[in-house]
């Protein structure tokens, strides 16, 4: 099993619609829980993080965590076309002085005007 | 603020040479983490610096090898260059226990070989 799953894309979506973009993670011990967006050529830029479980609110967007379940979510409300990007799920290990950040392939999203 | 700054932005190489890359933490920030991302492939953990000391290690053969300096800079060696190593590597760095562990990312260093 891979570390960090994340759906298969691409997703694509009405504009002003809720995109849901799930991950999926294999170690009960991880931590802290990131989304990143990342547009076509560039770097990833952080959204938002989560630590607890529930759920945590950011304008537009919001991050849903279950450790039970092991699975953490974005949702993104108001979906606009510059929100078209791939999205990356990461996820923080902490093992004594060490600490290990491991992402997940990514989903890519489209905005339809 | 400055943030992750990368150098250089582009390389091209030849097959069986060496490329250094350079990266320039976020003021405060002691933390470096390199990343590599190929076409097609997500970002895959190559190396964390803290302090002067390497932390972390990925999956990655020892001709790639970093260091980090005593201004928290870092710099990433990969000798004798295969086709594959071609991607984007992503430095990233993070303030010791800042929230959540959050690590933030300069805009990459293509490499290419040819």
Same mark, same amino acid.
């Given at each position: 099993? =891979? +570390?960090?799953?994340?759906?298969?894309?691409?997703? @694509?979506?009405?504009?002003?619609?809720?995109?849901?973009?799930?991950?999926?993670?294999?170690?009960?011990?991880?931590?802290?829980?990131?989304?990143?967006?990342?547009?076509?050529? =560039?770097?990833? +830029?952080?959204?938002?993080?989560?630590?607890?479980?529930?759920?945590? +609110?950011?304008?537009?967007?919001?991050?849903?965590?279950?450790?039970?379940? &092991?699975?953490? @979510?974005?949702?993104?409300?108001?979906? &606009?076309?510059?929100? @078209?990007?791939?999205?990356?799920?990461?996820?923080?290990?902490?093992?004594?002085?060490?600490?290990?950040?491991?992402?997940?392939?990514?989903?890519?999203? @489209?905005?339809?005007? | 603020?400055?943030? *992750? /700054?990368?150098?250089? /932005?582009?390389?091209?190489?030849?097959?069986?040479?060496?490329?250094?890359?350079?990266?320039?933490?976020?003021?405060?920030?002691?933390?470096?983490?390199?990343?590599?991302?190929?076409?097609?492939?997500?970002?895959?953990?190559?190396?964390?610096?803290?302090?002067?000391?390497?932390? !972390?290690?990925? !999956?990655?053969?020892?001709?790639?090898?970093?260091?980090?300096?005593? !201004?928290?800079? #870092?710099?990433?060696? *990969?000798?004798?260059?295969?086709?594959?190593?071609?991607?984007?590597?992503?430095?990233?760095?993070?303030?010791?226990? #800042?929230?959540? !562990?959050?690590?933030?990312?300069?805009?990459?260093?293509?490499?290419? *070989? *040819?």
């Amino acid at each position: 099993q =891979k +570390e960090v799953e994340q759906n298969s894309g691409p997703l @694509s979506v009405p504009e002003g619609a809720i995109a849901s973009l799930n991950c999926t993670y294999s170690d009960r011990g991880s931590q802290s829980f990131f989304w990143y967006r990342q547009y076509s050529g =560039k770097s990833p +830029e952080l959204i938002m993080f989560i630590y607890s479980n529930g759920d945590k +609110e950011d304008g537009r967007f919001t991050a849903q965590l279950n450790k039970a379940s &092991q699975y953490v @979510s974005l949702l993104i409300r108001d979906s &606009q076309p510059s929100d @078209s990007a791939t999205y990356l799920c990461a996820v923080n290990l902490y093992t004594g002085a060490n600490s290990k950040l491991t992402f997940g392939k990514g989903i890519t999203l @489209s905005v339809r005007p | 603020e400055a943030g *992750v /700054t990368q150098s250089p /932005t582009h390389l091209i190489k030849t097959r069986g040479q060496q490329a250094t890359l350079r990266c320039s933490p976020i003021s405060g920030h002691t933390s470096v983490y390199w990343y590599q991302q190929a076409l097609g492939l997500g970002l895959q953990f190559l190396l964390w610096y803290d302090e002067g000391e390497e932390r !972390n290690r990925g !999956n990655f053969p020892p001709r790639f090898s970093g260091r980090q300096f005593p !201004n928290y800079s #870092s710099e990433l060696n *990969v000798n004798a260059l295969e086709l594959e190593d071609s991607a984007l590597y992503l430095c990233a760095s993070r303030r010791q226990y #800042s929230p959540g !562990n959050t690590i933030y990312f300069g805009e990459g260093s293509w490499l290419t *070989v *040819v």
